[in-house]
């Protein structure tokens, strides 16, 4: 199995930044894609972004096009997502996640993370 451990998370005011990582362990050759999905209170679980290992394709939700940016380091088995011009609205618990190919159904990951919080204050 695939442990994957999220971090920086954290509080900011609007249109700031934040950069959250993910780094994965165990076996993690079997995953074709990476993604991000979030949660906020009373709301489903959506998808964010995600990555592919081999050649670093990108596919995002509409509504963070042109200011979230997902990106991998394979050598250190990490996916990090840039987060710019915050909104409130972005609020939410984020999870990181591994899967056989790429979605953005949350079914069809296989992996994980705890989740990390982040809010945006106005």
């Known amino acids: 199995q695939v442990q994957l451990v999220e971090s920086g998370g954290g509080l900011v005011q609007a249109g700031g930044s934040l950069r959250l990582s993910c780094a994965a362990s165990?076996?993690?050759?079997?995953?074709?894609?990476m993604g991000w999905f979030r949660q906020a209170p009373g709301k489903e679980r959506d998808f964010v972004a995600a990555?592919?290992?081999?050649?670093?394709?990108?596919y995002y939700a509409d509504s963070v096009k042109g200011r979230f940016t997902i990106s991998r380091d394979n050598a250190k088995n990490t996916v990090y997502l840039q987060m710019n011009s915050l909104k409130p609205e972005d609020t939410a618990v984020y999870y990181c996640?591994?899967?056989?190919?790429?979605?953005?159904?949350?079914?069809?990951?296989?992996?994980w993370g705890q989740g990390t919080q982040v809010t945006v204050s106005s």
């Open positions: 990555i592919t290992w081999s050649f670093g394709s990108t």
């Open positions: 165990g076996r993690t050759f079997s995953n074709y894609a």
């Open positions: 996640a591994a899967g056989p190919r790429v979605t953005g159904l949350a079914r069809d990951y296989s992996s």
